[in-house]
Each structure stands twice: as C-alpha cells, then as structure tokens.
C-alpha cells in the first residue's frame, strides 16, 4: 500500500485521502518536541571537543612537516564532525535545540561561523523551505532549482544548458558546496529585512575575525591546508543529503491549490536510511519526513518519534545504495507525478 492509498481519520473521525485534514496520530509527533538541556549539553560537547582535538592534529602534521595526505585523512573525520556541527547549528534555528530561546540564539551565531553560515539569514530562508517544500509556484527559497519537464522543454537552448550545468553532480555538489559556503552565504537573501542582511554583515566580521586569529597564530598557509578540504567535504557531503531530502524516485510536487503540508512531508520529503554512525554525525536527519512533519522536534528525539508512531515507518526507505541513482533525477513530470532524467 502506498502513502497516496492510505485512508487516514482526522480529529472528528471523517476518513480524509492523506493531506487533506491531519491524521489521528499526528497530535502524538507533539509529545517528542521539548527539548532536552541535557542531550543538547552531551551534543555540543561530544561534536566540539572532538572537532577541536582533530583540527589540533592537524595542525600539528602541518607544522611538523608530515606528508600532507595524512592531513587529508584527518580532515575526513573533521567533516563528518562539522556536517554534525551543522546539524546542531539547524536545530538552533528551529529554536528545538535548547528550550531557551537565547541558548539558541546564542548557538545559532556561534556554530553559524564554524559552518560559514549567517544565523538569521539562513534561518529566513530555511523556514521558508519549510513553508513553501513541494509547492511548484512557490519554489526558490531553500530549495535545490527543481523545473518541470514542460518548463525546461519550452526554454532556450541556452537555459537548457546552464540548467544541465547546474544539476550536473560535479557542479551542484562538487563546486557548489564551495560556492555556497564560501561565496553565496556571504550574501544575503533576496527579500529579506534589515535585521537579516546586518546578520548576514556581522557574521562576515566575525569569519573574518576567525581567520584572522587563526593566521596569526598558525599561519595563512597552515590554516588554509586545513579549513578548505574540511569545508570542501563537510559541504559535498551536506549538499549530498539536502539533496536527497527531497530528490529520489517517485516525490511530491503540486501546484499551490493542490499542496497540502501533510503530502509535502510524507510523499515529499524522503526517509534515507543510513548506517549507526552515519545517522549520528548526520543527526537523524535521514528521518527527513519527521523532521518537515514537526520541525519542532529536535535531531536526538527523531528515531524515538518515528520508533513510537507506526504510521511514519510506512514511509518507503530510501538506502545508501538506492541513493546513488537519484543523480538521474533532474525534472518533475507533471503528467507522471514523479521526477524523471533528462531523457
């Protein structure tokens, strides 16, 4: 049985097609959104030490002169780390990592330079991902530049191009996770307030301040050995699983008067089922219809939400292995209701 043949109940008992009216079981996703100081507390440290204590080694093979490929090997686990940093940095701006809204806040800033990316900026932009995730005449806000096979058809050859350009892997995940950390978070976003672009500003001061510190303590060259190949994995690595949240076989998108946030969350939105210690550095994050169905919840209380509730585990899983085909995936089909290849 598939998600669109599902008959759900809403809170009057009336039988509803999914994303018409909230099932039953929906209310129980709000018994897993308090957050935890404690867990937070645990999060923090064992993802901060641990970064820390490998960029120290890192540090050290490049000042002792080692051969730079063990500098390598290091900074593939210091990517993973600041992928996770990431993840924390994302529940900040949900305000589902701390209770207190400052704590997230304060966090939010202070994580956001780790991962070159401004707190409030970032956050206008992702909620708006949240509120517009699936909807065809909302798209373009957090979201991976996704046309329909009717749209792309009636463009010029020259757009066609550069859209196969862009949603070539090697440029969307490969020169993008450069672009987007290193140049496109350094801009703020169209139609944002003032508040949002002095955000964008300060926290430019403060990567600067960074890597200035850094330089002077480590030297320009050292710094640059180990923050580019870190920020290069860490951002291919995370561009990978964005992609993935919301580009694998089958998918959502409606038009404006045809989306519904229920279907957004469970057709739209992908379960990627991930090793133990993949799902922890990636914070859960494969639990990715949970996480849009109650953006509230934070990463430590994902598995438990979708563990409690069964209705979430008939979700398909999306597998490390069936991933690896959604590169194909480039246009959305109106008529077949699914995302195709280019051919």
Known sequence: MSLNDLDIKNSNGAKAHLGRAWPD???LLKTFRNPA????????????????????LMIRSVQLGYPYWLTLI?????????????ILFHDCVHDSFFISKRLNTFFGYLLGVLVFTAFKDWRFSHLRHHGTCANLDARG???????????????????QLIYRLYRNPVVLIGVGSF???????R???????????????????????????????????TYLLIQVPVLWLAGMAGIWLFYLQHQFPGGYWAHKNEWTPLNAAMEGSSFYRLPG???WFSGNIGYHHVHHLNPKIPNYSLKKCYDAVPALQAKKQLTMMDSLSCVRLKLWDE???ELVAFS
């Open 335 to 337: 008529e077949r209701q």
């Open 187 to 221: 801009f703020s976003t169209r139609t944002v307030g003032q508040k949002e672009r002095r955000n964008v500003l300060f926290t430019n001061l403060l990567i600067l301040l960074m890597m200035l510190i850094a330089a002077w303590f480590i030297g320009w060259q």
């Open 37 to 56: 100081p404690g867990k937070a507390s645990w999060q923090l440290a064992n993802t901060l030490i641990p970064y820390a204590c490998l960029w120290y």
């Open 25 to 27: 079981w929906y209310p």
């Open 277 to 279: 210690l993949l799902a």
């Open 74 to 86: 290091l900074a593939l686990p210091a990517a993973a780390f600041l992928v996770r940093i990431f």
């Open 141 to 159: 806000f957090g979201d991976i530049w996704t046309l329909t096979l009717k749209e792309y058809t009636a463009l010029p050859k020259r757009k």
């Open 179 to 185: 672009f987007s950390f290193l140049v496109g978070n």
